[in-house]
């Protein structure tokens, strides 16, 4: 039992390494784009993505654990590899994922 005068000890921890990732994909401005994967459950809505300069280029910005991650992009409701990943792998729907490492 502790004393209520003896302050509790607090262990530090060291925060989780994590590596900043961009993900890019091209899509018609306009579009609602969305990234998908292991890293967030596969939440169906994914992280949304923005085309800040409206030239169809979709980006967003994560910071992800060192890991080997599998994902989709989300465009119009439409999931899709990433075209620019040479890395994919079948899933258990009979369609391919976009392969992620991150180091």
């Known amino acids: 039992m502790r ?7 607090r262990v530090p921890t060291a925060a989780p390494r994590t590596r900043r990732v961009v993900f890019s994909v091209n899509a018609e401005p306009g579009s609602e784009v969305a990234v998908s994967g292991d890293f967030n459950n596969w939440v169906p809505e994914g992280r949304k993505m923005t085309d800040k300069k409206g ?18 992009f989300l465009i ?3 999931w899709c590899v990433d ?8 899933n258990a729907f ?3 994922n976009s ?5």
């Open 3 to 9: 004393n209520k005068s003896t302050p509790e000890r």
């Open 55 to 72: 030239d169809g280029r979709f980006t967003v910005t994560m910071n992800l654990a060192p890991g080997i991650y599998e994902y989709k």
């Open 76 to 78: 119009d409701k439409t």
């Open 83 to 90: 075209p620019n990943c040479k890395d994919w792998i079948p």
């Open 94 to 96: 009979g369609t391919l």
């Open 99 to 103: 392969v992620l490492h991150v180091e």
